[in-house]
């Protein structure tokens, strides 16, 4: 079961994390354009009864494996692509002949196999020939499942994206849900990239207005990121003005979780990240309110009192596996230098609750001094050999623009940040970033 759910995982395209809950977001259906009418052939209920057959097949198959080797994981794949291509013959279906409603239930098999991906891929390049939005969502289509196909000659999400934006009806259909994908991927594009269509861009702003819908609205922050980089100072100012007035009017009559979620994109578009007041500032506040190492020792009440040294910030909470699952990394990098050189901070704020490894969790809501205390056992139990800090700033924290952790930021010998978005299991790119930083302070200089 293991295995197939870490293979599942190599086979879809993600969005980042932004709450605990850990939500992935899941691809588009498959273009409906131009409708197709199909009396034949499976209703989805059918084909969803089919497709957990299948997937009941390969959890037996893969049961046994546990925490599996690159090259098992490789073969896995290998025998879960062949698998998926017989489903097809099997079940003796012709993708060419399926209406848009059958093609998006078959969607799980279709992304597993390599066979099927060709055949849609083919459908939906098609497809996206039309000049309208349903062709644009053809394209996206086409393009995620290019992604997937090994040997591919366009397998970079960035440059996918950026070809996309060349579609006429782009700017129509980045206002929807395959919108949110397409300006994920191009929040890693570069300015040149993105210049050839800074006035598309730029009209996307209109967007933003009194009529706009919450599906609009969620696209806030990532379309603000990739405006930043399309468009002048002048003009991103402007447009980053029309998105917050927007949200901030949408607000004022939200209720329950619509509001809660416009509070924190409000909160978030007003960071020093999205003000573009992050990178070679002085480090945003943070108000450590319980400072610790595992000895139960308090060695600084503020990050001020590290100015001198190189700063790794880590962004964590308990309940967070991948974050824990950094920690031996974590504690490579403690080793690897000196505390007068590096402190390690491990960032994370109260979250009510304390997600043992070892023991069962432990439920602290509204009693902070537990907490801390259960927080100080987990240190304990895990070999934590860095500073933990509890901030009164929630651990996704908005100056630094974190939507997914962990998240790691580094913060030169001045206090200023100096490189923000890396993940704490990713060692040997942060020594490198901390190893670049001791070196300049230690370099003479130039008269």
Not at 64 to 83: C, F, H, L, R
Not at 353 to 359: D, E, G, I, L, W
Not at 413 to 430: L, P, R, S
Request: aromatic share 6%; with cysteine.
């Amino acid at each position: 079961m293991l295995a197939l759910s870490v293979l599942a995982l190599t086979l879809s395209v993600s969005s980042v994390i932004d709450d605990p809950k850990q939500t992935v977001a899941t691809p588009p259906a498959v273009a409906n354009a131009p409708a197709q009418a199909a009396s034949n052939g499976p209703t989805p209920q059918e084909i969803g009864a089919l497709i957990s057959e299948f997937y009941a097949v390969l959890e037996k198959k893969f049961a046994g494996i546990q925490n599996p080797t690159q090259e098992e994981m490789t073969k896995i794949q290998a025998e879960v692509a062949t698998s998926a291509d017989a489903f097809f013959a099997d079940q003796e279906i012709a993708l060419e002949q399926l209406n848009d409603e059958q093609l998006s239930a078959f969607e799980p098999v279709i992304g597993m196999s390599p066979k099927a991906r060709t055949i849609v891929i083919g459908l939906m390049n098609e497809r996206a020939k039309q000049p309208t939005e349903a062709g644009f969502k053809a394209a996206v289509r086409a393009a995620m499942l290019s992604m997937q196909s090994a040997g591919d000659p366009m397998t970079s999400p960035v440059d996918s994206a950026v070809v996309l934006l060349a579609h006429p009806s782009a700017a129509a259909g980045l206002s929807g849900e395959t919108g949110s994908m397409v300006l994920s991927m191009l929040e890693d594009a570069t300015a040149a990239q993105l210049a050839p269509q800074a006035p598309m861009i730029a009209a996307l702003a209109a967007r933003f207005n009194p009529d706009a819908t919450m599906e609009t609205l969620q696209l806030s922050e990532a379309y603000l990121n990739v405006a930043s980089k399309a468009l002048s100072k002048e003009q991103f100012a402007a447009t980053r003005a029309v998105v917050i007035a927007c949200l901030t009017t949408k607000l004022a009559s939200s209720q329950g979780r619509e509001k809660q979620f416009l509070q924190r994109m409000t909160k978030s578009l007003n960071g020093a990240a999205a003000r573009g007041e992050l990178l070679g500032f002085p480090v945003p506040t943070l108000t450590c309110d319980w400072v610790m190492r595992a000895d139960g020792t308090t060695p600084w009440k503020s990050i001020s009192d590290l100015k001198g040294k190189v700063v790794v910030l880590d962004f964590w909470a308990t309940w967070c596996g991948p974050c824990v699952g950094s920690f031996p990394n974590v504690a490579k990098l403690r080793n690897a230098y000196t505390t007068e050189q590096l402190e390690i901070v491990g960032i994370t704020s109260l979250q009510g609750s304390v997600a043992h490894q070892k023991r069962e969790r432990v439920d602290c809501k509204g009693d902070v001094e537990m907490e801390h205390a259960e927080t100080l056992a987990f240190m304990k139990d895990m070999g934590v050999t860095w500073t933990i800090a509890i901030t009164a700033e929630d651990v996704f924290n908005a100056d630094f623009g974190i939507r997914g952790i962990p998240f790691v930021a580094i913060i030169d010998q001045d206090g200023k940040v100096f490189k923000v978005g890396m993940h704490a299991g990713d060692e040997a790119g942060i020594r490198a970033a901390v190893d670049e930083l001791l070196a300049k302070k230690a370099a003479p200089a130039k008269s």
